[in-house]
């Protein structure tokens, strides 16, 4: 779902696609910024919805923008009254809740038997967060065979055997995907029952179960089966799709941010419909439920500057985590837990 550069002259047409393009990160081309570090072109965000100021506000005066309502039993979930199935929960998350879930995004979930963008090349990667943080190297030991080795040890084997090697960072920062529960098949898009699979954590499914009350059917409760974990890094971003391989769309998903703020795009049924762009900002979760489950979305933008990141007080709390290392992948990084009934 990571945005392909090659893309068709009908595609850049759309509604949608345009406004991707419209909030993608691009450099200033002026010549004058060629041997200084590239500076990123001004985009206008003043129609950017920033759910954090409409509840500040709506806590203040009662007075809400045009379009968006409050949820009749929740005052503090928002909905957009064109687009049913579609809640935004600002600050659902405590900051305890996000140091934890950015933690066991890192340390936990890329491990197998979860499967990871990194399967198709390396088969299961085991402990990459603590190589990563041990600087060690992944050594091409046979065919379809990796191992992790110490820096020396490694140099040694690469230089010995003429074989293929990766270090521990380079693969934590092109982790883009990790799947919890029932493991979805990116292969042939749809969920494998055989794969061998970790349970999603109890904790994680009571805080998911939590958060999609608001939006299941009367009398019926969520059912947490499957999750993926998107990983955000400099300059990615999400293309516009729609997550429609679950059997019950009445069922929503429940999509909670961490890290980095973020934009997202949240369209109509067609592309052709013009989209709603908002920020998404660490501990935000949304939910998207029934007709919403057949608007496009994506994510075209992260930010990752200091002015804009809005991650203070994730700093503040994270460098007593792993000695200062996750608190460093999450300055430039966003990571998004989005957790399905896939039955």
């Given at each position: 779902?990571?945005?392909?550069?090659?893309?068709?002259?009908?595609?850049?047409?759309?509604?949608?696609?345009?406004?991707?393009?419209?909030?993608?990160?691009?450099?200033?081309?002026?010549?004058?910024?060629?041997?200084?570090?590239?500076?990123?072109?001004?985009?206008?965000?003043?129609?950017?919805?920033?759910?954090?100021?409409?509840?500040?506000?709506?806590?203040?005066?009662?007075?809400?923008?045009?379009?968006?309502?409050?949820?009749?039993?929740?005052?503090?979930?928002?909905?957009?009254?064109?687009?049913?199935?579609?809640?935004?929960?600002?600050?659902?998350?405590?900051?305890?809740?996000?140091?934890?879930?950015?933690?066991?995004?890192?340390?936990?979930?890329?491990?197998?038997?979860?499967?990871?963008?990194?399967?198709?090349?390396?088969?299961?990667?085991?402990?990459?967060?603590?190589?990563?943080?041990?600087?060690?190297?992944?050594?091409?030991?046979?065919?379809?065979?990796?191992?992790?080795?110490?820096?020396?040890?490694?140099t040694a084997k690469v230089k010995q055997r003429r074989c293929k090697s990766v270090s521990a960072s380079v693969l934590l920062r092109k982790?883009?995907?990790?799947?919890?529960?029932?493991?979805?098949?990116?292969?042939?898009?749809?969920?494998?029952?055989?794969?061998?699979?970790?349970?999603?954590?109890?904790?994680?499914?009571?805080?998911?179960?939590?958060?999609?009350?608001?939006?299941?059917?009367?009398?019926?409760?969520?059912?947490?089966?499957?999750?993926?974990?998107?990983?955000?890094?400099?300059?990615?971003?999400?293309?516009?799709?729609?997550?429609?391989?679950?059997?019950?769309?009445?069922?929503?998903?429940?999509?909670?941010?961490?890290?980095?703020?973020?934009?997202?795009?949240?369209?109509?049924?067609?592309?052709?419909?013009?989209?709603?762009?908002?920020?998404?900002?660490?501990?935000?979760?949304?939910?998207?439920?029934?007709?919403?489950?057949?608007?496009?979305?994506?994510?075209?933008?992260?930010?990752?500057?200091?002015?804009?990141?809005?991650?203070?007080?994730?700093?503040?709390?994270?460098?007593?985590?792993?000695?200062?290392?996750?608190?460093?992948?999450?300055?430039?990084?966003?990571?998004?837990?989005?957790?399905?009934?896939?039955?």
């Amino acid at each position: 779902m990571y945005e392909s550069a090659n893309v068709s002259d009908d595609a850049d047409r759309t509604a949608f696609r345009r406004a991707e393009k419209q909030y993608k990160l691009y450099y200033e081309q002026d010549s004058k910024f060629s041997r200084k570090k590239k500076l990123p072109k001004p985009v206008d965000l003043s129609s950017v919805l920033d759910f954090n100021s409409i509840s500040q506000d709506f806590n203040r005066t009662g007075v809400l923008p045009d379009g968006i309502r409050v949820a009749e039993s929740d005052s503090s979930v928002f909905c957009i009254e064109n687009r049913p199935g579609f809640y935004f929960i600002p600050n659902a998350l405590s900051l305890e809740e996000q140091c934890k879930w950015i933690r066991e995004s890192l340390t936990s979930f890329p491990q197998p038997p979860n499967r990871t963008n990194h399967n198709a090349i390396y088969g299961p990667v085991a402990d990459l967060f603590d190589s990563a943080k041990a600087n060690k190297v992944l050594v091409q030991e046979d065919t379809n065979i990796w191992k992790f080795y110490d820096g020396e040890e490694a140099t040694a084997k690469v230089k010995q055997r003429r074989c293929k090697s990766v270090s521990a960072s380079v693969l934590l920062r092109k982790l883009r995907w990790s799947t919890l529960g029932l493991q979805f098949d990116w292969s042939k898009r749809n969920y494998d029952v055989s794969l061998p699979h970790n349970n999603i954590p109890d904790a994680l499914c009571q805080l998911a179960k939590t958060h999609a009350a608001i939006a299941m059917p009367a009398g019926e409760e969520f059912r947490p089966e499957g999750a993926i974990v998107n990983y955000f890094g400099f300059g990615d971003t999400l293309g516009g799709h729609l997550d429609d391989m679950e059997a019950d769309w009445s069922k929503p998903i429940v999509s909670m941010s961490l890290g980095c703020k973020a934009i997202f795009l949240l369209g109509g049924k067609s592309k052709e419909d013009p989209p709603h762009a908002m920020y998404l900002r660490s501990g935000d979760v949304v939910l998207m439920a029934g007709e919403a489950r057949e608007c496009f979305h994506g994510v075209p933008r992260i930010f990752i500057d200091e002015e804009n990141a809005d991650i203070g007080a994730l700093e503040s709390e994270l460098p007593h985590e792993n000695g200062d290392f996750i608190a460093e992948y999450i300055k430039t990084s966003r990571i998004n837990i989005n957790i399905r009934q896939v039955f």
